[in-house]
């Protein structure tokens, strides 16, 4: 017998793909898979605190922000995820615990225990598939119309994490293809404005890289993850120091 799945998402909550300056002209395409830590209106607060819900176990803060003024500034289209990663982490495969967790550092997470495989299935048809199917259109309509296609995925990470201080203040992560990265980190070493380390905090070992690899790899395109710490994004002014600085590490490793 198959079971009915649940529903994800409503009427009121909208699409969960969010796509902005979709005829961009820069080869630059931005992905932001942690840009919100709202919640699907059926599933109330998880059974988390406030506290927990505005941290960066529900969201990367600030990412989406500076990957804003990066679009605005190379006019570059940006796809991102409206719904929190608790609900569905997009840069995991439907395989991983990681994709919908039942513990996050030192939070249990009540609307995430015992789900069962239809409930699972149901969230990953509601939210990984359509975010995952807009980029590889995207791609598709890019490639079609003749234009290039860069994928640039932006994030941000907790200076501190178990109690320990991370140093990092930029980290340019990549998989197999370092092509992109390697001129990106040539690039920040000519202009040290932060403390920028490849594949820090983390890297292909943590199984972050998934994005990278489904539309970056796979289709032999020039790929980066760019990890910020988000002390350095959390008010405005923070976030387009940032944005700049990375817009221009971006512009000159592409004429590079």
Request: net charge negative.
């Amino acid at each position: 017998m198959v079971l009915a799945r649940p529903k994800i998402l409503s009427e009121a909550d909208g699409n969960c793909v969010g796509i902005e300056r979709v005829g961009g002209q820069s080869p630059v395409l931005l992905v932001c898979e942690h840009a919100s830590n709202a919640l699907p209106v059926r599933f109330g607060d998880l059974g988390l605190p406030s506290e927990a819900l505005s941290s960066h176990i529900a969201w990367d803060p600030g990412a989406l922000a500076v990957a804003r003024v990066i679009s605005q500034a190379l006019d570059a289209t940006l796809v991102h995820q409206r719904f929190s990663r608790l609900i569905y982490d997009c840069n995991r495969p439907p395989s991983s615990p990681g994709a919908m967790p039942e513990t996050s550092e030192i939070y249990a997470i009540p609307g995430n225990k015992d789900l069962t495989a239809e409930e699972r299935l149901a969230r990953t048809d509601a939210l990984y598939v359509p975010f995952h199917d807009a980029i590889r259109e995207l791609i598709r309509d890019r490639r079609a119309r003749g234009q290039d296609s860069i994928l640039v995925t932006m994030h941000s990470f907790t200076p501190v994490y178990h109690g320990r201080q991370r140093a990092v203040e930029l980290g340019i992560l990549h998989d197999e293809d370092s092509r992109l990265a390697d001129r990106m980190l040539d690039a920040a070493a000519e202009s040290p404005l932060y403390r920028t380390e490849r594949n820090q905090p983390y890297g292909p070992q943590d199984g972050v890289t998934h994005t990278l690899i489904l539309h970056g790899l796979s289709n032999g395109l020039r790929n980066v993850m760019i990890e910020v710490r988000n002390d350095l994004i959390a008010d405005d002014g923070g976030q387009r120091v940032m944005a700049d600085y990375l817009t221009g590490l971006l512009q000159h490793s592409l004429e590079a």
